[in-house]
């Protein structure tokens, strides 16, 4: 039997995972996004090129399969949404949901939410420029090879994503 799937799975299910998790902020979602994560790895590993590492190809994976989860879930809430107000006519209000994040105090746990649901708002590049360079604490130089960016274009996206963010904070705020 062939080893290398375990390894693979053994070195990098943390990473995969906490990125999941601060693209979703819940726990049952990222374990969701990191279960598609290793299917694709393990299915693709011999197309796998090494023209990067393979911490930075999980890392784009997790990330396009993380946005594309949200995608996928935003668009299942607006069907429900519609089917909703067809069946009783009264307007209903779908709400975020909570933060589920292992990480997060209890006492922090409404600001933790209010700057990820702010962060949730952001053009998706822009988001995964925010998690990749402050929660993941990740380099420019890290970030741009993981983006498949210069790390001018990095610099440029961060200083649009600060600025934004600035924006939805403030709007939040009122």
């Given at each position: ?38 299917i ?23 990330i ?51 700057i990820?649901n ?12 925010i998690?990749?360079l402050?929660?993941?604490e ?8 993981i ?28």
């Amino acid at each position: 039997m062939n080893n290398k799937p375990k390894i693979l799975y053994e070195k990098y299910k943390e990473l995969v995972f906490n990125v999941a998790l601060h693209y979703t902020q819940n726990i049952e979602d990222a374990e969701e996004i990191t279960q598609d994560v290793f299917i694709s790895i393990f299915e693709n590993i011999k197309d796998f090129r090494e023209e990067s590492t393979l911490k930075t190809w999980a890392y784009r994976i997790t990330i396009n399969k993380s946005l594309d989860f949200l995608k996928s879930k935003k668009r299942l809430k607006r069907i429900f949404f519609f089917k909703s107000l067809k069946i009783d006519d009264q307007e209903k209000k779908i709400s975020i949901p909570e933060i589920n994040h292992p990480g997060v105090i209890l006492e922090n746990k409404e600001s933790v939410n209010a700057i990820f649901n702010c962060i949730n708002k952001l053009p998706p590049k822009l988001k995964t420029v925010i998690i990749l360079l402050k929660i993941e604490e990740k380099s420019q130089k890290e970030t741009a090879k993981i983006m498949q960016l210069s790390v001018k274009a990095i610099e440029s996206l961060f200083h649009r994503a600060k600025k934004k963010l600035s924006i939805i904070l403030k709007d939040n705020e009122r």
